[in-house]
């Protein structure tokens, strides 16, 4: 597989191409079904007019719960069977609870450790009886399924890293996702879990956060994102970051 790219496909696509194992470490931030909510106890769809119109232009996030977990749970499985360390990021939301809590359970085996990101300002509820949203959740899978909560291809050394990261959310402009996670983040998960030169993989690259995280890094990356319009935004990104890189430079 091409290094340095990002495919615009079906990440179940991409992954299909790599060999067992290829990956060193991968960072995502998934897609958490914000389009569905629930009415009268029971899940429904919102409309894409409602609320989300501009957030979630260019790819329909709206799931049966069913379905949501099976897509995330075959999204892990492969991850688990390409790479060594997975980062996980998700947040808690009406359409993505019940899926991710109940895969919390299912690979608990791979799962060493939960990071808590707290996002300092919080999202205020979205109704009566709702806690206010301050927090998101990402988990650390290891592929090798060694039982604890030593990541044994951690690098980082002991004591220097908590597991709550105290990190501001992203300031939405209109030229970048609508969901994108602070670059903070990847670059903090990409010194703790790889080496120089290793290969990172983030399935769900959106405005290609995670791709620019490597470069400043030193390392690669390989990207899966779905919608056209979003890899051509994460395109211009790393273009413009290399132009300035190399511009202070040379
Ligand atoms: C929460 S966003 C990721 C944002 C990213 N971390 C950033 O900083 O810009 C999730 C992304 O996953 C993409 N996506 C949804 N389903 C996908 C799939 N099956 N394969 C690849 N990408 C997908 C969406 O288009 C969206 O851009």
Same mark, same amino acid.
């Given at each position: ?29 998934? %897609? ?19 609320? $989300? ?5 260019? $790819?329909?996030?709206?799931? %049966? ?186």
């Amino acid at each position: 597989m091409e290094i340095n790219k990002i495919y615009n496909e079906d990440c179940i696509d991409t992954m299909r191409k790599m060999q067992d194992g290829c990956i060193d470490l991968v960072v995502t931030s998934p %897609p958490y079904n914000m389009r569905t909510r629930i009415r009268n106890g029971q899940y429904s769809t919102r409309e894409k007019g409602e609320h $989300f119109s501009v957030k979630y232009k260019y $790819f329909d996030d709206a799931m %049966p719960i069913e379905e949501f977990y099976n897509f995330h749970s075959n999204v892990m499985n492969e991850l688990l069977r390409v790479s060594k360390i997975i980062c996980y990021n998700i947040q808690i939301v009406s359409g993505s609870k019940e899926a991710f809590f109940k895969m919390i359970g299912d690979f608990s085996k791979y799962i060493k450790d939960i990071i808590i990101w707290d996002k300092e300002n919080g999202q205020p509820a979205m109704g009566e009886r709702v806690l206010n949203s301050c927090y998101e959740l990402i988990l650390i899978l290891e592929s090798n399924g060694i039982c604890g909560r030593t990541i044994q291809n951690a690098r980082f050394n002991r004591g220097t890293m908590d597991n709550i990261l105290r990190i501001g959310r992203c300031k939405r402009t209109n030229d970048i996702h609508a969901a994108c996670f602070p670059i903070k983040i990847p670059n903090l998960l990409i010194n703790a879990f790889s080496d120089v030169e290793n290969i990172i993989y983030d399935p769900f690259m959106g405005s290609g956060t995670t791709a620019i995280a490597a470069l400043m890094n030193n390392r690669n990356y390989i990207g899966s994102e779905i919608s056209m319009e979003y890899c051509n935004m994460a395109q211009k990104r790393i273009f413009d970051y290399s132009s300035q890189y190399k511009l202070f430079t040379q």
